[in-house]
């Protein structure tokens, strides 16, 4: 399984930013979808995950402002991102889990200006 993330960037605190991951190779394998956040000097974390039968868990600290999605036809997992803070300046991953191991793609980095 191959993922590929995009959308990161500058934005101003308050405004939005909307992440998408591309995936391709055996994804019927996958059985969860995420995005984790490694801010520096900070321990990589957990942002959002999604079960493949939709189940949806966010980190404390983005609930009610960020949500998570993912497009079957086109195969990303997107995540729309509301209300940024200067805190939420991190490197993002996307992550695709499945019952034997993990897949990472590249991160993209999010950047909040106060």
């Known amino acids: 399984v191959q993922l590929q993330a995009s959308g990161g960037g500058l934005v101003q605190a308050g405004g939005s930013l909307r992440l998408s991951c591309g995936s391709s190779?055996?994804?019927?394998?996958?059985?969860?979808w995420g995005w984790y956040r490694q801010a520096p000097g900070n321990e990589r974390e957990l942002v959002a995950l999604?079960?493949?039968?939709?189940?949806?868990n966010y980190a404390n600290s983005v609930m009610g402002r960020f949500t998570i999605s993912r497009h079957n036809v086109k195969n990303t997992v997107d995540l729309q991102m509301n209300s940024l803070k200067p805190e939420d300046t991190a490197v993002y991953y996307c992550?695709?889990?499945?019952?034997?191991?993990?897949?990472w793609g590249q991160g993209t980095l999010v950047t909040v200006s106060s």
């Open positions: 999604m079960s493949s039968g939709g189940t949806t």
């Open positions: 190779g055996l994804i019927f394998s996958i059985n969860k």
């Open positions: 992550y695709a889990g499945y019952d034997y191991g993990d897949y």
